[in-house]
T-cell receptor
């Protein structure tokens, strides 16, 4: 089954404790991205990657890191999480020239 | 001005009614357009791609108006299960997806 898999689905952590949210897709998509979604603000892009070893900042990259060492994986790293990073996070992938995005099920992160 | 704008709603609509949303965009170089559906706390899922000639899928019709720079979504004979947030999206010249903030639809019995 074609899918994008995020883990964990739910995470509560403390300020400053490094965490990684994993994202994996099995559709051989070149393009992957991370979004956060907050009430009233819609989807805001954090980082994106157009292919292996190619990553770029989105609209709200501060406080986040990503890597793309393999085509299928695109982890999101919070080196020192803060309460303002409490949000619902989505990973998405697509074929570069088609635009249709496939989303993971989301990760609800709470930083206390 | 935001690149993609939607009325956030909520639209409260009786079951069986017809409802329409618009989504305006500012980037005239946009290549492709989409409507996504998002249920509460779930991931967005593609509802329809939007073609220049318009397209229909059952009770759903999507249209693109390049001259006025908007896309529309029409839902006929609305069902309780249509309650969701509807997101519009467009790709820019670099194939990046640009998202609207979504329109919340509530269908009432």
């Amino acid at each position: 089954e074609a899918q994008v898999t995020q883990n964990p689905r739910y995470l509560i952590t403390v300020t400053g404790k490094k965490l990684t949210v994993t994202c994996s897709q099995n559709m051989n998509h070149e393009y992957m991205s991370w979004y956060r979604q907050d009430p009233g603000l819609g989807l805001r892009q954090i980082y994106y990657s157009m292919n292996v070893e190619v990553t770029d900042k989105g609209d709200v990259p501060e406080g986040y890191k990503v890597s793309r060492k393999e085509k299928r994986n695109f982890p999101l790293i919070l080196e020192s999480p803060s309460p303002n990073q409490t949000s619902l996070y989505f990973c998405a992938s697509s074929l570069l020239t088609e635009g249709e995005a496939f989303f993971g099920q989301g990760t609800r992160l709470t930083v206390v | 001005r935001k690149e993609v704008e939607q009325d956030p709603g909520p639209f409260n609509v009786p079951e069986g009614a017809t409802v329409a949303f618009n989504c305006t965009y500012s980037n005239s170089a946009s290549q492709s357009f989409f409507w996504y559906r998002q249920d509460c706390r779930k991931e967005p899922k593609l509802l329809m791609s939007v073609y220049s000639s318009g397209n229909e899928d059952g009770r759903f019709t999507a249209q693109l108006n390049r001259a006025s720079q908007y896309i529309s979504l029409l839902i006929r004979d609305s069902k309780l299960s249509d309650s969701a947030t509807y997101l519009c999206a467009q790709t820019d010249s670099n194939y990046q997806l640009i998202w609207g903030a979504g329109t919340k639809l509530i269908i009432k019995p």
